[in-house]
């Protein structure tokens, strides 16, 4: 080996071993600040952890609390960055693997994420209460919308928040799945609870449908009777819930 080569082989050496060792507090250099902001690194750029991590959205920003991460270094050869990131803020927490693929685009593996439903309030304005927790296989975003997916969503001890206090309902999944293509379609399922629910959800761009009955052996009582009168219809079997509309831009 000739001189030449020799150095040529010592400095690309150091600056792998300075790539390795980067510490991840360089993240700042390269995040969005204004998008993403996290505090008290610790590691490196490929594997670290901050002690403090929030996400900005249109309702405000969202608290991931501690995370941490896993960066594949070949990945970024290929221009798909892909990492594994686990995060924790008291019982809420995100685990997943993401590979972005795109400006706007992105994919989840193995997904097992929990929040509270006041979370979901934010975006949606709804008088409800339990936690909401979805596990998926496989989640591909392609412009803030779903283009493939499988999994399941679960919204568990989930209860109404009416004038006279919590009213329990139960616990409800809803196992979706999207080809290439296609909608996004999901089948709502009741797992717990005397009050039941059953019935179908699609999302094809941002066009959706829903057709859900609500039924309850013992009646629907009073209070779920009233709230339901303003967006479900009388049926033989209890209240019928079924429109259709389109997503709100929350760029």
């Known amino acids: 080996m000739s001189r030449v080569t020799a150095g040529v082989a010592f400095v690309m050496l150091f600056i792998g071993c300075l790539l390795a060792m980067a510490p991840a507090r360089l993240l700042n250099v390269v995040l969005p ?75 989840l593996t193995d997904l097992d994420a929990m929040v509270s439903v006041q979370l979901l309030r934010k975006f949606l304005p709804l008088s409800v209460a339990g936690d909401f927790s979805i596990q998926a296989q496989e989640l591909r975003i392609e412009n803030g919308l779903p283009s493939r997916a499988r999994g399941r969503m679960v919204w568990q001890n989930a209860a109404w928040e009416s004038a006279q206090g919590l009213l329990p309902l139960g616990s409800y999944a809803v196992d979706f799945q999207q080809l290439p293509g296609g909608p996004l379609q999901g089948d709502i399922i009741t797992l717990a609870g005397s009050v039941r629910a059953s019935g179908s959800a699609q999302l094809l761009g941002k066009d959706y449908n829903l057709d859900i009955l609500i039924s309850s052996d013992a009646g629907l009582g009073g209070q779920l009777e009233q709230a339901l009168s303003l967006i479900a219809q009388p049926v033989p079997e209890g209240r019928r819930i079924k429109f259709d509309g389109q997503l709100l831009d929350f760029d």
């Open 33 to 107: 600040g204004r998008e993403i902001i996290m505090q008290g690194y610790s590691g490196t750029v490929w594997r670290g952890k901050a002690n403090r991590a929030l996400l900005s959205t249109a309702a405000g920003y969202i608290h991931l609390g501690r995370i941490s991460w896993s960066l594949s270094p070949l990945s970024l050869l290929a221009l798909s960055p892909a990492l594994t990131i686990e995060s924790s803020w008291g019982r809420q927490h995100v685990n997943t693997g993401l590979r972005i693929t795109g400006r706007k685009s992105l994919e």
